[in-house]
């Protein structure tokens, strides 16, 4: 058997404030899917730990707390639900009128051998290039020969997979964008220019000591890197060493 | 190898179903049952044909989504759950038929898919302790004895697959709920809603539509958690407490928040 780390964590999620909501009010996102508890590094168990933490101790607080604050209370009428809709079929109609020849399932392992070559546990400046030039040509191969199961009525689990497969093919150029801005091995990942002669991984605490935040800017533009400093009052970063 | 199957195929809950034939399905011995869906779905995709609905999640054996009747047998011929069987459980040249759960309260949605919603609402009627979320408390202010604490994990986990019931002739939930119920009435964190819950979930568990054990024990022949009728007596005996106190006039109703 054939055991080796995944590039399926993202050491990220959704922006979050203090009380977990996101950029959009009344949106909270908990557990995994926001900034991580466990920053840089990921180890067995962190999703079960953060999905308790913020589902027993805080979302009850801050989600109840925002709430009692809310005086308007919006019907399904309301303008923003008829635009949501309309997105959603928008983009529903979009993955059906391709009509390609693909099966969802090849981008999809596709896309995973690009990320596990290049994103994965160790990478470096020229395969993540690489990586985002392959994921860029996968996305518009996607977006003009999938196939997918007729019908938007009802069960359709191609469709469903299909527009997972979407976002995995964007979240993909992201991850790799994200890893080669940082030019330093931090937590889970070694960036192999940045390692002692032994092999170990040397952060840069000077340059990155932060959180790297991707703002969405829109379809088909650059997202833009917003920096949060990391600062440390009681407990100074050291260099981990299992020596 | 090569594989034969006959899958039953269904459109929508209301539409009739019936078996299709899919012949010369060529797939490695060492993929799983999944994943030779997965083959003979793209090769349905590709040539414009319908693929099989079916559900799956996590296909490592602990999400409790996949729910195929392989061969007659919830789960196929080993005592796991359905994507832990491997083609080389079957033989080459093998014929297999693949069919959704059967049981009166999991009516099929489409294909291999069956909604399984009333186990949600059985745990939604009282699976649960009444806790407020607040300051944690000191571990060791409600002591659990070692034993106790074993039975309990025992009955907690079951991830509710719903395999006890597609094995039981009267299409019986009574494993599951037994699970459930044992799993936090033994426990003193469970105690205090402990009459009101077991009422609550069997009633919940009859309007269903699911049928009442004569234990027959198919269920846990099938249950890929190993899960033992044991917890139907245990059940069984926390309903008649329940009854009882409730003649008695003892309990007042637990109204969930």
Redesign the interface.
């Given at each position: 058997m054939m055991i080796y780390p995944a590039p399926h964590y993202s050491m990220g999620g959704l922006w979050v404030d203090y009380e977990l909501q996101s950029t959009i009010p009344g949106l909270f996102a908990i557990g995994e899917a926001n900034f991580s508890d466990h920053g840089a590094n990921r180890l067995g168990a962190s999703a079960m730990m953060q999905c308790l933490a913020d589902g027993?101790?805080i979302a009850?607080?801050t989600v109840t707390n925002f709430v009692s604050g809310v005086s308007e209370h919006v019907a399904a009428d309301h303008p923003a639900f008829e635009a949501a809709e309309n997105e959603v079929r928008g983009r529903i109609s979009a993955l059906l009128g391709v009509q390609g020849?693909t099966?969802p399932?090849?981008f999809h392992r596709e896309l995973g051998e690009v990320m596990l070559d290049n994103c994965g546990i160790t990478r470096e400046a020229d395969g993540l290039r690489q990586a985002m030039g392959r994921v860029q040509e996968l996305r518009e191969a996607f977006w003009s020969d999938v196939?997918i199961?007729p019908g938007d009525a009802?069960?359709n689990?191609?469709l469903e997979y299909a527009g997972r497969i979407a976002d995995f093919l964007e979240l993909a150029e992201l991850m790799c964008r994200d890893a080669l801005v940082r030019e330093e091995s931090c937590g889970c990942h070694l960036r192999e220019e940045h390692q002692t002669d032994e092999g170990e991984a040397m952060r840069d605490d000077d340059r990155h000591a932060n959180v790297q935040v991707w703002e969405w800017k829109g379809e088909g533009e650059e997202p833009e890197m917003q920096i949060e400093k990391l600062e440390f009052e009681s407990i100074e970063p050291v260099t981990r060493s299992y020596k | 190898m090569k594989i034969t199957l006959n899958i039953w195929r269904q459109p929508e809950a209301e539409a009739e179903g019936a078996f299709e034939r899919y012949e010369d399905v060529e797939i490695d011995e060492d993929a799983s049952f999944l994943e030779m869906l997965d083959v003979l779905n793209d090769r349905l995709l590709t040539n414009g044909e319908r693929p099989v609905a079916f559900d799956h999640d996590c296909r490592e054996g602990i999400c409790g989504s996949c729910s195929l009747l392989i061969d007659d047998m919830p789960h196929g011929p080993r005592q796991v759950t359905s994507c832990q069987i491997y083609m080389r459980d079957f033989s080459d040249g093998q014929e297999i038929t693949v069919e959704p759960f059967r049981a009166t309260a999991f009516p099929v949605l489409r294909d291999l898919m069956v909604d399984r919603s009333p186990l949600d609402r059985i745990v939604e009627s009282g699976g649960y302790v009444s806790v407020n979320a607040g300051p944690k408390p000191e571990p060791n202010s409600i002591p659990v004895h070692p034993e106790i604490q074993e039975a309990a994990m025992d009955a907690a986990i079951c991830i509710g697959c719903g395999a006890c019931v597609a094995a039981c002739p009267n299409g019986s939930g009574m494993l599951f709920t037994g699970a459930k119920v044992t799993h936090l009435n033994i426990l003193p964190q469970g105690e205090p809603e402990r009459f009101h819950r077991v009422r609550s979930m069997v009633r919940q568990h009859d309007e269903e539509g699911f049928g009442g054990c004569t234990n027959t024990g198919e269920c846990q022949q099938v249950c890929p958690q190993n899960i033992s009728i044991k917890v139907i007596g245990e059940l069984n005996r926390e309903y008649r407490g329940a009854m009882i106190h409730k003649l008695r006039g003892r309990s007042g109703p637990i109204e969930a928040q």
């Open positions: 027993y101790f009850p607080h020849k099966p399932t090849l196939r199961e009802g069960i689990q191609t | -």
